[in-house]
Each structure stands twice: as structure tokens, then as C-alpha cells.
């Protein structure tokens, strides 16, 4: 049995260091490959088809409210580019440049999109002239380039591929509603398809967007305690409208410029499920996103009958996502294969279970092991894979919960965050200055300002100046 | 009602400047706009539908066959480029290169991909060990660059949308099979999805992919009589895996390098979707593909009970992607855009139609109207969108056979390819200098050597030695 074990002892153990388990499970579980290419990564079929099944499942509900795919070209020219002070400045110092095309220098340099804002701006003069043409409710599936000196697959890329959202609306009031709309569906989508409860609220403005007049975001709780931004919806009122001349007529006949949100989400969100919801023996997929829900594991499957029975259960179970396991490993490496990947569920099938009319169900969360009778195993399959799904939340909940500390004086945030890991809640009096000196001091960034407020004390915990807002803090990827 | 025509007034006739018609359509259907960035075009919601649902079932159809997706990066370093010599000298001319990150320069430049070969292929090298490991049956859904000089809107760009499957296998004999059955699921897909007759054929080797031993194509003829290769399936041979050092250990404890093939469709099928079915009233979709299949027009709007029947009727033919249109322009205007976007199928609905317990069906195709009882509205609507798909198929296949000709002298050649705008079927006797002298004196390409295969005469109709094939010819986009 020495054999089986391999590929688990292979994984560094979370406790010991979590970045090398990180690591480790994202190559072993095979979700992606390093490529030639320094900082952009291979995702391979398992890390590709959970990207689908978030792509499917949030595609579904964009378009419910109304928003309709396009796709924008990959590059911008640098004067475009320029055109939102505020922006460029965000954006240029980590773009890549392409200067020649073919054997020819190009008389403008392009970049490879990072973000695409000016684009679709530069679209939306084009083509919105009246009242009529207002809302414009566009979103973009594609891949975006930033060029980022440290990179981690998944967490921070060179490439990443995301959905880029890009409203245009009549008024000040639709096009704040729409921000906070998509950051609600955000929310939504994390707690009821990743198992993972975020926090949602707004960014301060020294975190906001690049040309943004007001970002909002969720943010998660990895299980060492890092905060990872998980989406962000951004109000730009009528900046970008104004820099690339935006306007519509009224049904006044008036001139008015448009006002503008966008919104995001990227292949970072599996770095999340990974961080949310893994364990010392790999990957933890919660059932709604899994691509393969349950496996089935034949025990001496040379047996007569038994490789039969898998593939019969195999069409039992058609409502799921289903595979057998037939490969000629022994069944303890097959156990161990199926939690690395984070299979949800495992059914354990050999002859003697077959002469007893039953199977084992094995949880991947909590590894326990349920006998049941073939005759309603379908039924039994779907109560563990919404029971998993569930505890997966209230398990992730209690977690951060736990790992959610508050502090009313500097020196107890302090403590606080170099002693344990997870969010800390304190109250600002809404400078930049504190801000800057909370992170100079701590490492800690403001994640956000919760919508959910509480009146922890009055005081600033830097400055002891009056209190505006409680803001969660924390370490953050 | 001389408002109502002002949409298709717009558009050139197709028999007045065919080329002028096309990019007519394009614009006016809102499948595209123009962008800043030369040659790069903005797929407009109606358009990228149309890819979506190209995408659903191209991407179906693959997996079926075992394929599964993955994502390579954008960029190819320069030296993995130039590692297979015949492809980067068929490449290199035409990429955009990448010199810059932020604003350091790059100490060896990178190529946007215009292919992913040499990424697959770095890849495998890393990822496939043994016999085990075969066959790697990948695909990935992304965009390419080509810098080309002229575009054309979806026929030719400098950023387009496609598909690249990539595959490795133990054999040649496998590898051969895997590149002829993708060349057949694209025909079928092109026949039974798009209503598009093709021609499934090979290339000669002056046609064939820069790197490969065989390249397989689909051609289809487009409504003005030129050529459009629609899809390409290529054999590699063991030439990539020679140059990339791609081997498996064998069952013989032997090490033998692999056979790969590579196929790929892309959004240029919208071009010929265009071309194949449109007329001059605008776009006409097949229903398979179309975003809406069914539109319903409300006549006199504004009396009581029609805008609640119309979508009443939404309600009943909720089975098809249906929208009620009740926008506040004239039923005439509505008309006309429905057919400018190649709407399918037309219900018109208005008080005394509603009194009578009827609507109005109009076939966007044949522009026939049908009378239909309200109560076997679903059922007539299902008929007449399963008639219309069969029927552009039947009328597209007509139209390629009344214009594929046959010559057996170079004269008869000549004046057919100048006068009969087509393909002209012709024996060839296998030598380049042949093929060479054909275009350069006619201007015609050899699309492809069909599979099928006849026997116009015994000898090649320019050097008029022993004929080896019949090949067909034609102008080309």
C-alpha cells in the first residue's frame, strides 16, 4: 500500500507552510501547468472545466438582468489609453506593449489590455446618440495583461481570463443602482455556488479603481487568515462619460453625458475555492462547481460483474456528473486521486457490496462513510452532494467568524493582526493619513467598509479623531 | 410609411457591388462595429450571439468525442516560435510583437499567439510520460493575431475568435483518424447547424498549414460564386514532436515520439453565414443559430389587450428563443429591422388577428405569409423553423451545384473561371508548377482535392500529362 500514499505525501502540510501547500495542490490536483512563458500559467482540463462552471452559472445570471455579451478588441492604442488621466496612471506602469506588427514598426505603440474601460468608451461615442439607446448593459468574457513582477497561479498572473462588465446609463441613481446590483450577484454567486461567504461593502479611496468614483467589493477569508478580494463593481459617475465625450439627447433634447459602472471577476476565484475550502489531502470542490461530482470506484474490479455494476450506477446517477474510475491503479490510490482532485463524493462499489445490494458514499469534506442500498442510491447521492455543499458555507462561516477580531485602540490592532491571522474590525476617521500609517505600521490594508456598520466606539484607532466608518482590515493576497 | 423603408434602403443590392452589400449587412444587422484600432473590429451583441450559440455546439460536438478544454497563453517567446522551421517561417511575418512590460523592455520579445502549436507542444513535452498519458485530446476557445495587410469584417482581421484543437497520439494511424474525423464533424456541423453545403476535400501541399504533413479543408461557395474555407483539420505527422522532443514510453518499454493533429473554426463562419443565406433585405439566419428565432410584432400597439396577447404569445412559444418587439416605432419599421437581422420567423399579431383567434407567420426566407389559429401557434412555429433551416440548406446546396462547373482544357478553364463566377472542377497532374501557372494565369486557387473523387478525363488541363486528381478550383475570399 506504500504506493498509494504517494501522491498525498507529496503535499506539504497546510500547518507547516501554506503557500508551499498552495502550490502544491494546485499541480497535483493537475489544475494547471507553468508555462515557458515567466508569470502566465497552463490551466489544464480540471482547473479549465471548473472555470467553466463559473463561467456558466454567473453568464446565467448576468444575462438575467438584462446584460448581453459583446467582445472589444485585445489592444488599445497608447492615446487612447491616455485619455482618463486618472487611469492611465493606474495602468501604465503594468501593461505590455506591442510595437511591431509582422516585420513593420507600428506608428503607435499598442497595449495588451489590462482592463477595458477606454474601449468600451471609445465604442459607446461612437454608438450611443439618444434616451433610446440608454441602458447599454454589455459584459466581455476574454483574458486581460497585467505585468506583475511576483506572480502565484491563479492569485496574481501575468494573463488572467475574466468578465469584464461595462454599463452605460441615463442617470446618476441607474448607474449606482446597477454597481450595487452586480456586487449583490457577486456576493450571491460566492456564497451559493463557491460555498464561500464574502463581505460586501465599499473600498476606500485610496483602494478604489483607477478613474473610479466609487468601488465596491466582497471580500473572503483564506484559511490562513489572508483576505483575497474575490470581485469588484465600480461607479465612474461621469468621468470616463466626460474624457471621451459620452452624451446622449434627453427626451428634454438636452445634452447629457452618460453615467458608467463596471465590474469584474477572474480565474482568481479558484484560488479561493482552493484556499476556502482545501485540506492537508488536496483540493475541496463544492458540488455546484466541481466537474466531476462523484466518482465511482470499483473494489476488484477484475471480480466478475463488478466493472458492470460501476457503469450501471454510472447511469443511475446520469442526473450528476459522474465518472467510473477504471484505470488499473489499485483502489487506495484511486481514494487518494479522488481527494486530491476534491471530489465530493466517492462511491466505494466491490462484490461483496454487490451481493448485499449496496455501496459506500464517502464524503470529501468530512470522509465519512455512509452505507446505503443501491435501490435509492441516486436519491442518497443528492442529499450528501446539497448537504456537503451546505456545510462547506457554514464551515467556511464559522471559520471566518472565528478569525473576525475587532479592535478599539491602536495597540490592540496591532497585536491583533501580527498575533492572529484573520480580519480585523476597527473604526477610522476617514483620512488617508491614518490609512497610510495603519499600513506602514501594520502591513495591514482597509479591505473594505462594510455595509453592514457597527458603532464599535467613536474614536479613530490611529488618530483618536472622531469615528466615520468601521472598516475590516487584514493582510491580504 | 416611407420611414419604414429607410433600413433597407440602406443597403446596396447584392447584384450591384457584392462586397458593398456585405459590409452593408454587417453594419446595419448590428453584428459589428468598426474600432480604433485598425483591423480590429467590436462584435456587437447580435453578433457575438451568434458565436455563442456556434460555440455551444461546436464545443457539444467535442466533447462527445472525448475533447476537453484548456487554456494556453497569449504569448510565444521568440526562440519556442522559431523551433519547428516550416511554421515560423509561415508565421513570423505576420504576428505582432511584444517588446515591452510596464516599462522595462523584455529581455527576449514575445509574439501574440497567431497559433498555439509551439505552446501545445512545449507543453506536452513537459506533460506526457508514457502510453498512459495518450491520447491528450485538447481544445481551447481564445483569440489570435495575424497582422494582415487588408481586412475584411469576420473574413479576414487582425484579431479573431476561434477554436484550436490540439491532440498527441501513440500512432500515425491514430493521429490520421482523429484529423479526418474532425474534418467531418465541422462538415456536419456546417450542414446540419449553419445550413451550409461544403466540400470536404485536402489540400495540396502548396495549400497545406506551415508545419504540417496533411491538411484537410471544408470549402463552401458563397452567394456571389467565390470560395470560402470554412474549416481545417491538419495532420501532423511526428514533425512537431521531433522538433519539440515529444516521446512516450511505449508498452515495449520503448521510446517513440508522438503523432499530433491540430483544427480549428473561427468566427469567419459568421461571414459565410452572411454570404451563404443572405439576400437584400439583410441577414438570414438559420434558426439553429439564430439569437432570436421567433420576433412578434404588435399592429396598433396601443389598443387594449394586443401588447398583453403579444406577450401572452411569448409565453406559448417559450420553447424558442422568442422576443415580442413593442419598441414605439411603426409596425412597417419593425418589419423591415426584423428582417435586417434575419429573423427566421415573423408573428404579427393585431386586434381583428386577436378577435379571429389567429396570427400572421411570416417566413423571413421565402417571405410567405401563413394564417395560423392561436392554439396551434407553437406547433406551426416549430414546423415552419424546422422548414426553414432544411429549406436554406436545400437552396444554398442548389445554388453551389448550378455554379461548380468542369473543364478538360486549359482554354474551357480559362473562360469558365472568367465568366462563371464558381468552382470548376478540373484533373490536375499533382505538380506545382502546374498549380502555380493555373493561378497565375486565371487567378484561381485549388481548394481542395475532394474526397470524392471523379474522373473528368486522363490528363491535367495545363501540362496535360497523366491526370492524378480532380481538383476543384475558384476565386477565393
Not at 498525498?8 to 493537475?30: G, H, L, P, R
Not at 508569470?39 to 482547473?47: A, E, L, Q, S, Y
Not at 475550502?277 to 483540493?283: E, S, T, Y
Amino acid at each position: 500500500m506504500a504506493n498509494d500514499k504517494k501522491l498525498v505525501e507529496a503535499i506539504t502540510s497546510m500547518d507547516v507552510d501554506f503557500a508551499q501547500w498552495y502550490t502544491d495542490v494546485v499541480k497535483k490536483a493537475e489544475l494547471i501547468d507553468y508555462s515557458s512563458v515567466k508569470g502566465c500559467m497552463v490551466i489544464k482540463p480540471d482547473g479549465y472545466a471548473i472555470w467553466e462552471n463559473i463561467q456558466k452559472e454567473l453568464d446565467r445570471r448576468f444575462k438575467e438582468t438584462g446584460v448581453q455579451n459583446v467582445y472589444m478588441p485585445l489592444f488599445i492604442p497608447e492615446s487612447l489609453l491616455e485619455k482618463e488621466k486618472d487611469h492611465v496612471e493606474g495602468f501604465a506602469p503594468e501593461v505590455a506593449w506591442v510595437t511591431h506588427g509582422g516585420l513593420e514598426p507600428l506608428q503607435e505603440r499598442l497595449c495588451v489590455r489590462p482592463t477595458s474601460e477606454t474601449l468600451f468608451c471609445d465604442f459607446y461615442a461612437r454608438d450611443i446618440h439618444s434616451y433610446r439607446d440608454l441602458p447599454k448593459l454589455y459584459n466581455q468574457w476574454c483574458s486581460v495583461v497585467r505585468w506583475e513582477k511576483t506572480t502565484r497561479p491563479f492569485l496574481r498572473s501575468r494573463e488572467f481570463l475574466w468578465q469584464e462588465g461595462h454599463t452605460a446609463h441615463a442617470t446618476a441613481e441607474e448607474a449606482e443602482e446597477r454597481t450595487i446590483q452586480m456586487l449583490n450577484l457577486y456576493a450571491d454567486f460566492c456564497e451559493e455556488v463557491l460555498a464561500m461567504p464574502v463581505i460586501r461593502g465599499r473600498k476606500t479611496d485610496k483602494e478604489k479603481f483607477a478613474g473610479a468614483e466609487a468601488t465596491y467589493t466582497i471580500e473572503a477569508l483564506m484559511h490562513d487568515g489572508k483576505a483575497l478580494q474575490s470581485g469588484t463593481s465600480h461607479n465612474f459617475g461621469d468621468g470616463f462619460a466626460k474624457a471621451f465625450g459620452i452624451q446622449y439627447s434627453d427626451k428634454d433634447n438636452k445634452l447629457k453625458y452618460v453615467h458608467q459602472t463596471s465590474w469584474g471577476m477572474t480565474t482568481r476565484l479558484i484560488g479561493a475555492i482552493i484556499m476556502v475550502h482545501g485540506d492537508n489531502n488536496g483540493l475541496v470542490l463544492p458540488p455546484a462547481i466541481a466537474p466531476v461530482q462523484v466518482v465511482i470506484v470499483p473494489v476488484q474490479q477484475q471480480k466478475p460483474g463488478v466493472l458492470d455494476k460501476a457503469f450501471e450506477l454510472k447511469e443511475t446517477l446520469s442526473n450528476f456528473r459522474v465518472k467510473v474510475d477504471d484505470s488499473d491503479k489499485s483502489p487506495g490510490w484511486k481514494f487518494s486521486e479522488s481527494e486530491m482532485r476534491g471530489i465530493p463524493v466517492r462511491v466505494e462499489i466491490g462484490p461483496r457490496d454487490i451481493e448485499n445490494g449496496q455501496a459506500v458514499l464517502v464524503r470529501r469534506d468530512t470522509h465519512e462513510k455512509t452505507v446505503v442500498a443501491l435501490d435509492e442510491i441516486d436519491v442518497k447521492v443528492k442529499e450528501l452532494l446539497d448537504e456537503i455543499q451546505h456545510h462547506l458555507f457554514e464551515k467556511a462561516k464559522a471559520h471566518r467568524d472565528a478569525h473576525t477580531y475587532t479592535a478599539t485602540t491602536f495597540e490592540e490592532f496591532e497585536k491583533t493582526i501580527n498575533e492572529k491571522p484573520g480580519f480585523v474590525k476597527a473604526m477610522w476617521c476617514g483620512c488617508q493619513e491614518c490609512e497610510d500609517k495603519i499600513k506602514e505600521l501594520t502591513g495591514a490594508t482597509s479591505r473594505c467598509m462594510p455595509f453592514k456598520q457597527e458603532q464599535l466606539s467613536d474614536k479613530c484607532i490611529c488618530c483618536g479623531k472622531p469615528a466615520k466608518k468601521m472598516v475590516y482590515w487584514g493582510r491580504a493576497y
